[in-house]
C-alpha cells in the first residue's frame, strides 16, 4: 500500500513539501480543497529536478474523480485520483529525457506515459509503459 499524504490548499498550500515543490503544485484543476500527494512521487520528481538541474511544472497532479472525467483520454482508474501521479515538464528538456531517466528511478515500478508536451510519472506498485 502506497502512503499518500492530505494537505489542504487553503491551510498548507504553500509549505515546502521538499526544497522544491510545495502541495498547491498539486492542486486539482477544480479548485477543490483537499490535495492528495505520495511522498514517493515528489521524492522522485524532487530527483528528476536535482538530476537535470531545471526548474520541474506539474501540468497537473492530483485530480477529483468528477474533475478526472473531464480530462480527454484520462483513465477512469487514473493513478492522478490516488495523488500518485503527475505529468510534468522540465524547463530545457525534452519530454522522451525525462522519461528516459524517470526508468532509472522507477525500473520495475510505477508508470511512465511518454507524450510529445509532458511526461507523466506514477508511483504505482507495478510497471507501466506506455506512448500517448
Not at 468528477?66 to 510534468?88: E, F, M, P, R
Request: net charge neutral; charged share 20%.
Amino acid at each position: 500500500m502506497q502512503t499518500v499524504n492530505l494537505y489542504s490548499l487553503k491551510a498548507e498550500g504553500s509549505n515546502p513539501i521538499t526544497p522544491h515543490f510545495k502541495p498547491y503544485e498539486f492542486a486539482c484543476t477544480d479548485g477543490s480543497d483537499p490535495i492528495f500527494v505520495s511522498p514517493r512521487l515528489v521524492e522522485v520528481l524532487e530527483a528528476i529536478r536535482t538530476h537535470f538541474g531545471a526548474a520541474v511544472t506539474v501540468t497537473s497532479g492530483y485530480r477529483t474523480v468528477s474533475y478526472n472525467k473531464t480530462v480527454s483520454g484520462s483513465a477512469s482508474a487514473s493513478q492522478h485520483c490516488s495523488g500518485l501521479a503527475a505529468d510534468i515538464k522540465v524547463k530545457g528538456v525534452a519530454p522522451a529525457d525525462v522519461a528516459d531517466y524517470a526508468e532509472t528511478l522507477l525500473p520495475g515500478t510505477g508508470g511512465i506515459g511518454r507524450y510529445s508536451t509532458f511526461t507523466h510519472i506514477d508511483v504505482r506498485p507495478d510497471k507501466a509503459r506506455w506512448r500517448g
